[in-house]
């Protein structure tokens, strides 16, 4: 059965797929039922709606985390750490250079 709340961001999303709060709220809905694709699918909308929502990008190296994806989890660290000291978001910053830290390391080529 589908996650009613989840139902709901959909359904409103369909009206306005511009509004970033609501793809950020379905990104952590779907965080909650650990379904990372689609978490990981929410917050990339969220983000090319609105490229500074440092919460957002947060949210998404978590979800890259969780999927497996460390390289790019990396890659979204990097991206975020510098939105997030533009914005001044420090404990952003602090979560993602955690987050970034706690990945393992790349393969050495």
């Known amino acids: 059965m589908a996650d009613p709340k989840i139902e709901k961001f959909k359904k409103v999303l369909q009206m306005d797929p511009n509004d970033e709060t609501l793809w950020f ?11 990372w694709e689609e978490a990981i699918s929410a917050f990339d909308s969220c983000i090319k709606v609105k490229p500074t929502y440092s919460a957002a990008i947060l949210a998404l190296a978590q979800s890259l985390k969780q999927a497996g994806q460390p390289d790019r989890c990396r890659t979204v660290c990097a991206q975020g750490i510098d ?3 533009a914005n001044g978001d420090l404990l952003v910053i602090k ?3 955690e987050l970034r830290d706690s990945l393992p390391q790349p393969a050495a080529e």
């Open 25 to 35: 709220g379905l990104g952590k809905a779907y965080m909650g039922d650990e379904n």
């Open 83 to 85: 939105v997030a000291t």
């Open 95 to 97: 979560n993602l250079e």
